[in-house]
């Protein structure tokens, strides 16, 4: 069997960054002594982080290695407390003391790990998941005691001894004994109960550059507007487009990252839902010319990457101790969270940028504009390099946080855009003809007029994508009934009129409503992949894993489908009264995907204010 080596050997001279001398021998060291199951990658672009190796066995589990060539003798590391309190690493080479806390391996490795697990592999078992994933440490050209003392308190809670096979720390003996159950204790495995090949394939998804010989890629099609927004810059850098649901915003986006990537430039895309990431990419692949360019790529949303610059300056303790100091419930905790993510976190972030190897980006792309603060978009100005990029793209149709008021003429010129107008999309490209015309007469009944982006017909669309419209006007006791049979319905179109399972989903804003809807449809049979999770973590996790290739039904909050389309939807309304609630029931109605083959969408709804409006559809029946 022959090993998978990314890049393969023959690159290593041509790589970006070249391998140090201890890399090499590290490199050496597991290519000869690792079995051939497991895959070997070096220096893989992480979505923006770079650890020095991954290792993946698609029946035994995952490992990330961060590598230091430091000789202890050359400077002496110590540890003392910094300007907030907390314990970091730190240096003096003779001349001065300075802290490379934003250099120590085992927070670096510790990142790594919990990233992998809790948004590459979001699929690991929730429950001892964590163990398929090892994060070790080596020092080629040092002693392993003296690495060992030196980072042993920064270790994560709870794995100093008990779990320390799944946290290594190496150094010159073990590399030149060939101690490979030293330097990588799991690599004795041959399987593990947490790990499998669907699982490997989803970590795979973010290490390897796309392989445009063995992918069928369609390219994006874009109208004439379209491409001139993804093909030009403004004279400042600064652009904002605005459309309606459907128009093309976030196809614009990865257009013009793809370009910017294959012109060999750095590109950040920020989005509010942490679940268009997948979509986000998917279309960047199919816009790019070069394959390796995906590298050039991050993605991320504005609160992660709050998280990420305040790591990169070795300010971790810092970031959480923001969150662990919140009140534990009521009212003063909504009121802190909300001080601390609009205020505290963008100006602290901000702080993290300034200090030295801030990590910056020839351009940084923003989607979901209209649900940002203009607190994050003036945080997000400091990752973009000087005459670099700025781009914001918004809906303020679609604003189900009411914060696109926020968005004033004169914030806006504050923000980097000097005069000038919004760049206009107007026709929906998304939606059946039928769909739009009642999604049309929804928003200009129930949404402010002033903010209302009406989505224009195609012209010559009208005949060629038929949708079945069904609305249900219910009492509340039997909405969940009635999500379940719509649910059910839609299954038996599947495998017709090329429908499959994975194209249902359920959209409802009521989370423990929509996790009573999959325990009862699962009593049916169907299995259901969902983000109703009560754990925050947990919920981050499985909306991560939302969209990796699940040939299942799914079920997720209308907040988290933002972006997103699909054929077949079940959409459940329990509230209708708050300017925000509406314009949630709009971007529902909006994520209906035309095809030429059919598009089905089915409404529950117990909001007594849209009865008179249900009415209207074609199908628009109570339950008898």
């Not at 290593?12 to 000869?32: A, C, M």
């Not at 407390?81 to 250099?103: P, T």
């Not at 459907?246 to 986006?253: A, C, D, F, Q, T």
Request: charged fraction near 25%; hydrophobic fraction near 40%; include cysteine.
């Amino acid at each position: 069997m022959t090993r998978i080596i990314e890049p393969p050997l023959e690159d290593y001279k041509s790589l970006r960054q070249p391998l140090t001398r201890g890399e090499s021998i590290v490199l050496d060291f597991f290519n000869k002594r690792l079995s051939p199951d497991w895959e070997i990658y070096v220096q893989p672009h992480l979505n923006g982080l770079r650890p020095d190796f991954v290792l993946l066995n698609p029946n035994v589990g995952i490992a990330v290695f961060e590598v230091k060539d430091w000789n202890l003798d050359a400077m002496e590391y110590y540890r003392e407390r910094d300007n907030f309190g907390y314990e970091v690493l730190c240096a003096n080479d003779g001349e001065r003391r300075f802290s490379v806390q934003n250099k120590n391996p085992a927070t670096q490795v510790n990142r790594y790990r919990n990233e992998i697990f809790q948004l590459y592999c979001p699929r690991l078992n929730s429950n001892g998941g964590f163990a398929a994933v090892t994060a070790g440490v080596i020092f080629p050209f040092a002693d392993s005691k003296r690495v060992h003392s030196l980072l042993r308190p920064f270790l994560q809670l709870g794995e100093n001894e008990e779990y320390k096979a799944y946290q290594p720390i190496s150094g010159i003996q073990e590399l030149r004994n060939g101690d490979l159950c030293h330097v990588f204790p799991e690599s004795v495995r041959e399987h593990s109960k947490f790990m499998t090949p669907a699982l490997a394939d989803d970590l795979r998804g973010w290490l390897v550059e796309p392989d445009f010989s063995k992918t069928q890629r369609q390219p994006l099609e874009l109208d004439k507007n379209q491409q001139m927004l993804a093909n030009t810059r403004t004279d400042s850098g600064y652009r904002r487009i605005k459309g309606p649901a459907g128009s093309g915003k976030s196809l614009i986006l990865a257009a013009r990252a793809a370009k910017l990537a294959d012109e060999g430039k750095t590109v950040l895309i920020v989005t509010f839902n942490i679940t268009l990431w997948h979509y986000l990419r998917d279309a960047v692949v199919r816009g790019l010319k070069i394959g390796r360019s995906l590298q050039n790529i991050s993605f991320s949303h504005f609160h992660y990457w709050c998280k990420s610059v305040c790591y990169d300056a070795g300010w971790d303790e810092v970031y959480d101790r923001l969150f662990s100091s919140l009140p534990e419930s009521g009212g003063n905790r909504q009121r802190e969270l909300t001080r601390l993510l609009e205020e505290v976190l963008p100006a602290l972030a901000i702080r993290a940028m300034a200090e030295p190897g801030a990590q910056r980006y020839d351009a940084v792309l923003v989607d979901e504009g209209q649900d940002y603060h203009p607190s994050w978009w003036a945080a997000l100005r400091t990752a973009c390099k000087p005459g670099g990029e700025m781009v914001l793209v918004a809906d303020a149709t679609q604003d189900v946080y009411g914060t696109a008021k926020a968005w004033t003429e004169e914030v806006m010129t504050g923000a980097g855009f000097q005069g000038g107008r919004w760049a206009q999309l107007g026709v929906s490209y998304r939606l059946p003809p039928d769909m739009l015309n009642l999604a049309t007469a929804f928003a200009e009944r129930f949404l402010p007029g002033d903010t209302a982006d009406i989505p224009q017909q195609e012209q010559g669309s009208l005949a060629l994508y038929p949708c079945n419209l069904r609305w249900v006007q219910c009492e509340v006791a039997d909405a969940q009934e009635l999500c379940v049979r719509a649910i059910i319905s839609l299954m038996h179109q599947s495998g017709k009129a090329g429908l499959a399972n994975a194209d249902i989903t359920l959209l409802t804003a009521n989370m423990a409503f929509g996790e009573r809807v999959v325990i009862d449809l699962e009593e049916f049979g169907p299995r259901v992949v969902q983000t109703f999770s009560g754990d925050k973590r947990e919920q981050r996790r499985s909306k991560m894993g939302f969209y990796m290739g699940d040939a299942r039904v799914k079920a997720t909050t209308l907040h988290s489908f933002k972006g997103w389309e699909t054929r077949a939807l079940v959409v459940h309304v329990d509230h209708a009264e708050s300017p925000e609630s509406l314009a949630l029931i709009y971007a529902g109605l909006t994520r209906l995907k035309r095809s030429a083959e059919g598009s089905w969408l089915t409404v529950v709804c117990s909001a007594p204010a849209l009865k008179e409006y249900g009415e209207t559809w074609p199908q628009g029946v109570a339950p008898t």
